[in-house]
T-cell receptor, first 112, second 115 residues
């Protein structure tokens, strides 16, 4: 079956530091890959997505590239802000299926 | 558009009690689903629906029941609450317009505590 593995947190950074959150996946076919973000006290919202190999998703300064050869979709941001403090979830869906398989989530705290 | 709304925001139940978590969306989305979020486990799919009158089980369906009589509403019923059902519950919706490429829209969540 499908599964997603994320690096464990929590991650604590200073403002303007570089952020990387590793995500690898297992799927039987060609999944779509997503990063969702959950800000404190809120529901999840889509941060970025990629639907085929070598696609790069980007939003709000975050980027992730769909790497089929390494089955990875690592999230990066070059200079984080305090407002980026949140829980980040990597997820996938496969085929015509809307069901999302989520990683465990990574809590990121950015200090001023 | 209000998007995806969930009620209540927070609920305390005693073991054995039943209750219904409400979920509604005003985006005319065909696909709706329920997830539970537990520490260190991400979100796990409970039940989902691909349209009115059609529901199916997800990864962790035991102890939960759903129905989909309208496109807008997708309530989740706890038949006899257990402490293991203490969790945060999220409802989500999407459209099949672009199949698996579509974004899912999540509600704000319901925090449930079962004593």
């Amino acid at each position: 079956g499908n599964s997603v593995t994320q690096m464990e947190g929590p991650v604590t950074l200073s403002e303007e530091a570089f952020l990387t959150i590793n995500c690898t996946y297992t799927a039987t076919g060609y999944p779509s890959l997503f990063w969702y973000v959950q800000y404190p006290g809120e529901g999840l919202q889509l941060l970025l997505k990629a639907t085929k190999a070598d696609d790069k998703g980007s939003n709000k300064g975050f980027e992730a590239t769909y790497r089929k050869e390494t089955t990875s979709f690592h999230l990066e941001k070059g200079s984080v802000q305090v407002s980026d403090s949140a829980v980040y979830f990597c997820a996938l869906s496969e085929g015509g299926d809307y069901k999302l398989s989520f990683g465990a989530g990574t809590t990121v705290t950015v200090r001023a | 558009n209000a998007g995806v709304t969930q009620t209540p925001k927070f609920q305390v139940l005693k073991t054995g009690q039943s209750m219904t978590l409400q979920c509604a969306q005003d985006m005319n989305h065909e696909y709706m689903s329920w997830y539970r979020q537990d520490p260190g486990m991400g979100l796990r799919l409970i039940h989902y629906s691909v349209g009115a009158g059609i529901t199916d089980q997800g990864e962790v369906p035991n102890g939960y029941n759903v129905s989909r009589s309208t496109t807008e509403d997708f309530p989740l019923r706890l038949l006899s609450a257990a402490p293991s059902q203490t969790s945060v519950y999220f409802c989500a919706s999407s459209t099949p317009g672009l199949a698996r490429q579509e974004t899912q829209y999540f509600g704000p969540g319901t925090r449930l505590l079962v004593l």
